[in-house]
Nanobody, 126 residues
C-alpha cells in the first residue's frame, strides 16, 4: 500500500514563500510521476503541478506558472512544491498524489492518480 505524507504547510503573508514536501512509501518511487493538487473551501479540487518519474519533465497550472516549482528527489522518495510570491487566492489544502502509470508523462488529470496524501493547509494572509 502506497502512503503519501505531506508537510510544510502553514500561515504566510502575501508575497511570502513556502516549500511543501511529500514523502512516499510502499512502491518504487522512481518509476512513477507525482502531482500536487489543491482545494479551497467551497471549490473543486484543482491541478497545481506534476512531474514525471525522472524529474526531467514537469507541468504547471497557468494560475501558478512562474511562482511555483515542482521537483523530486528519488533518493529520498520525496516530491517538493516550492511556492513563491504567494497570494491570498493560493489559500487551500494542498494534496500530493501518485500517478498510477509507470514511466508516464506529467498529467493534470486527477483520475490518473491512484494514491493521495492527507493534505496540508496553506493559508496566505493579505
Amino acid at each position: 500500500q502506497v502512503q503519501l505524507v505531506e508537510s510544510g504547510g502553514g500561515l504566510v503573508q502575501a508575497g511570502g514563500s513556502l516549500r511543501l514536501s511529500c514523502v512516499a512509501s510502499g512502491r518504487t518511487f522512481s518509476k512513477y510521476g507525482m502531482g500536487w493538487f489543491r482545494q479551497a473551501p467551497g471549490k473543486e479540487r484543482e491541478f497545481v503541478a506534476a512531474i514525471d518519474w525522472s524529474g526531467g519533465s514537469t507541468a504547471v497550472a497557468n494560475s501558478v506558472k512562474g511562482r511555483f516549482t515542482i521537483s523530486r528527489d528519488n533518493g529520498q522518495n520525496t516530491v517538493y512544491l516550492q511556492m513563491n510570491s504567494l497570494k491570498p487566492e493560493d489559500t487551500a489544502v494542498y494534496y500530493c498524489a501518485a500517478d498510477r502509470r509507470p514511466f508516464g508523462i506529467p498529467t493534470a488529470t486527477s483520475r490518473d492518480y491512484n494514491y493521495w496524501g492527507q493534505g496540508t493547509q496553506v493559508t496566505v494572509s493579505s
